[in-house]
C-alpha cells in the first residue's frame, strides 16, 4: 500500500508538472492514470486485507462503515474543492495538491505497527493468483457476489451516461445534474451510519436485499420521471449500495481466511474494474442502436435480474454472520 500511494505521488505530481509547463499532452494523460489505475488496484485489495489486522473483531462493520462514510463524504466535498482549487490557483496546482495527499497517506501507512501475524513464505506472482482463484471459486457465495456485483456495475454506466445526456437536453441541465450526483453520496453517507449499527443474522441476505435499489436510477429515467424523484431514487440507491458494500466487505474479511483474504478481494476488485469501464463504453453504441429509453430499462432489467440470482443461490441467502 505504500509502494501504491509513492506511485500515485509520483503519477499525479507528473500530471502537475506537465500541466503548469504547458507541455502535456493526451497519450501522456492516458498512460500516467493507467499507472495510477495499476497502483490503485493493488492498494485497494490490501486495505481490505489489512482492517481486520488493525481493528477489534467486534468493531470491524463499524470501522468498513466509516472508511465507506469517509469516501462518500469526499464525493461531495472532492468535486467542490477541486472545482475551487482550479479556479483559484489552477489544475497544475490543484493536482500537485493531490499528489501530496498520496504523501500524506504513505507516511501514515509507514507509521502503521501490525501486531504479531503468520508471515507465508515466498513464492511466485503466479502462485499467488492460483491459490487466491483456489479460495475464491470454493465459496459459492463469493463468486456469485462477485459476479452479480459486477454485472451491475456494468449496468450503472448506463445510467451514469445516458442520464448525463437526459439531463442535460431539457430536464433541470448542469444544477439537476449536479444535485443528482450530490443525492448518491447523501444516500452512502445515510447508508453508513446504519451499517454502524446494523448487525443482520444473514448479512448478505440482508445486503443483497438493500442492493435491490439500484433497479431504480434506470427506472426513472427511462419513464422521464422529474428529476427530483430521479434524485431522491438515486439516493435510495446510494444508501442501499452503501450498506451492501459494507455488510459484503465485513464478511468476506469474516469468512475467508486471513492468508487469502486480500487475494480472494483482489479477484472482487477485478471483476468491478473490469466491468465498469465495459459498460460506459458500451452504453452509446447500445443507445443509438435502441434508443435511449430501451437501453436504459435493459440496464435496469439485469440490475434486477443479478440481484434475483443472487437471491436465488441458498450459500448467499444461508450464510449466517460470525460470532
Request: glycine share 10%.
Amino acid at each position: 500500500m505504500v509502494v501504491a500511494d509513492v506511485v500515485r505521488l509520483a503519477v499525479q505530481g507528473t500530471v502537475a508538472a506537465l500541466l503548469l509547463t504547458h507541455t502535456a499532452q493526451i497519450w501522456q494523460l492516458v498512460v500516467l492514470q493507467a499507472i495510477a489505475g495499476t497502483a490503485t488496484a493493488f492498494f485497494n485489495p490490501a486495505a481490505t486485507g489489512l482492517t481486520p489486522m488493525t481493528v477489534s473483531a467486534p468493531r470491524l462493520q463499524e470501522a468498513n462503515a466509516v472508511r465507506g462514510m469517509s469516501q462518500a463524504a469526499m464525493g461531495i466535498a472532492g468535486p467542490a474543492l477541486a472545482g475551487l482549487l482550479v479556479v483559484t490557483v489552477g489544475p497544475g496546482y490543484a493536482l500537485a495538491i493531490d499528489a501530496a495527499t498520496f504523501a500524506v497517506s504513505a507516511f501514515y501507512l509507514a507509521r502503521l505497527r501490525l501486531g504479531a501475524h503468520v508471515t507465508l513464505p515466498p513464492q511466485s506472482f503466479a502462485r499467488d493468483l492460483r491459490d487466491g482463484w483456489r479460495e475464491f471459486v470454493k465459496r459459492t457465495w463469493v463468486w456469485v457476489i462477485v459476479l452479480g456485483a459486477s454485472i451491475g456495475n456494468m449496468m450503472s454506466g448506463v445510467w451514469y451516461v445516458l442520464g448525463a445526456a437526459f439531463t442535460k437536453a431539457s430536464h433541470g441541465g448542469a444544477g439537476a445534474w449536479t444535485v443528482i450526483l450530490v443525492a448518491n453520496s447523501v444516500g452512502a453517507l445515510v447508508g453508513g451510519t446504519l451499517a454502524l449499527r446494523l448487525r443482520p443474522f444473514h448479512p448478505l441476505l440482508s445486503a443483497v436485499l438493500f442492493l435491490g435499489a439500484v433497479v431504480l436510477p434506470g427506472s426513472l429515467f427511462a419513464l422521464k420521471a422529474p428529476w427530483e424523484l430521479i434524485a431522491f431514487g438515486v439516493l435510495l440507491t446510494g444508501l442501499g449500495s452503501m450498506l451492501f458494500n459494507t455488510i459484503w466487505e465485513t464478511t468476506l474479511q469474516q469468512h475467508v481466511p486471513p492468508q487469502a483474504l486480500s487475494r480472494v478481494s483482489a479477484y472482487d476488485w477485478f471483476g468491478s474494474l473490469l466491468c465498469q469501464p465495459i459498460g460506459l463504453a458500451l452504453t452509446g453504441p447500445a443507445a443509438v442502436a435502441i434508443g435511449r429509453s430501451p437501453t436504459l430499462w435493459v440496464s435496469a432489467a439485469v440490475s434486477g435480474l443479478m440481484v434475483v440470482l443472487m437471491l436465488a443461490t441458498p450459500s448467499v441467502r444461508r450464510l449466517e454472520a460470525a460470532a
